[in-house]
Nanobody
Framework: QVHLVESGGGLVQPGGSLRLSCAAS????????MGWYRQAPGKERELVAD???????NYAASVKGRFTVSRDNAKKEVYLQMNSLKPEDTAVYYC??????????WGQGTQVTVSS
């Protein structure tokens, strides 16, 4: 079982920046994909960005050019740098990781609110 803990959420004004972090622990064999999803009230959970173990990245169209996903394989951490934030980015952000043995795991979520 892989345990994921997010940090870095909060309240920010439109146009501002936030950086989310997620640390993985537990029975880890190989985290071949790590990334972030988000869920806004009344909406389905959606992919924000993910990154493979060889740093191939994938972004939702709505965040491309504003958000950057990265990872530190030695620390087993994944990050999401969010710039030029918009009110529509308000959501609970979930860290996710896929391990070759235990499959997909989810963090508990961290709230990001973009409001003036």
């Amino acid at each position: 079982q892989v345990h994921l803990v997010e940090s870095g959420g909060g309240l920010v004004q439109p146009g501002g920046s936030l950086r989310l972090s997620c640390a993985a622990s537990g029975e880890i064999y190989s985290l071949y994909v790590m990334g972030w999803y988000r869920q806004a009230p009344g909406k389905e959970r959606e992919l924000v960005a993910d990154i493979s173990s060889v740093d191939m990245t994938n972004y939702a169209a709505s965040v491309k050019g504003r958000f950057t996903v990265s990872r530190d394989n030695a620390k087993k951490e994944v990050y999401l740098q969010m710039n030029s934030l918009k009110p529509e980015d308000t959501a609970v952000y979930y860290c996710t990781a896929q391990d070759v043995v235990s499959g997909r795991s989810w963090g508990q979520g961290t709230q990001v609110t973009v409001s003036s």
